[in-house]
């Protein structure tokens, strides 16, 4: 049985405000992110997804707040990371209103972490998300991706296709997997990446980092995908989440 295809608008926030880049880098200012969340949300958007990419314990308040009032107007499922470093930090923003909540760089540090989550709250609120890059003649990355951090700055010599796999055992309910070679580029998803982690990886798989037309969106939903996740051209007007999903129906796939 085939489950619909999910389109889902990523915020990335910074400071209370949304913004985006290329690359991670020369972040424009993209609007308040109650608002765009209640417009993708009016849109048609099947979830909605923050970043806090500030993720400074200092900023931590202003992101538990934007996530109380945005789950105040919006009634699309809401995932929240950046930051997240323990079960505590899930539990304070699931109780500000959070679906599902996002875990990166601290599953890499320790990855129990990704297991004491699923216990706790259940694997269906844990989505982990990968940001990885492509590496060459590497002996610790058989698969050629290579899981970063610091928003893809930080190699880690962790083989993405390996980790997602480990993760998924480990009890993430979902995987976000996120091109950083690709991202903001809207040159269209890594579409051998996310083959890759298809083959290996059972539970959910978003996509993420390059979408530029409502074609890349099909393409990324054909190599495997579960769901797939833009910001720039949603933000900038480029694409509505209507167009998308028009273009995945007339492309013959199950869309929600």
């Known amino acids: 049985m085939s489950v619909a295809i999910r389109v889902i ?118 989505v982990l998300s990968v940001d990885a890059r492509r590496v060459s003649g590497s002996t610790t990355t058989p698969s050629g991706f290579e899981v970063t951090t610091h928003g893809g700055r930080r190699g880690t010599g962790i083989d993405a296709v390996e980790w997602a796999e480990k993760a998924a055992a480990l009890g993430a309910g979902e995987i976000l997997l996120n091109s950083m070679d690709a991202d903001g580029t809207t040159a269209g998803f890594d579409l051998e990446m996310l083959g890759a982690v298809r083959e290996r990886v059972h539970v959910p798989l978003i996509a993420s980092g390059g979408a530029g037309t409502p074609e890349h969106f099909v393409e990324a939903a054909r190599a495997g995908a579960d769901a797939v996740l833009a910001a720039s051209v949603f933000h900038f007007g480029v694409l509505t989440v209507g167009q998308v999903k028009d273009a995945m129906r007339a492309a013959g796939l199950d869309v929600r």
Do not use: W
Request: proline share 3%; hydrophobic share 45%.
């Open 9 to 126: 608008p990523c915020l990335d926030v910074d400071a209370g405000r949304v913004v985006k880049g290329v690359n991670f880098e020369n972040l424009r200012d993209a609007g308040d992110p109650v608002e765009l969340a209640a417009l993708y949300d009016a849109e048609g958007a099947d979830e909605v997804t923050f970043l806090d990419v500030s993720a400074s314990s200092g900023d931590r308040e202003t992101m538990i707040d934007v996530v109380r009032r945005t789950a105040d107007q919006v009634f699309v499922p809401l995932t929240v990371g950046g930051g997240v470093r323990s079960a505590e930090d899930v539990d304070r923003l699931l109780r500000a209103g959070a679906d599902k909540v996002g875990v990166n760089t601290a599953a890499i540090a320790r990855p129990e972490l990704v297991a004491e989550i699923a216990a706790r709250f259940g694997s269906q609120v844990l």
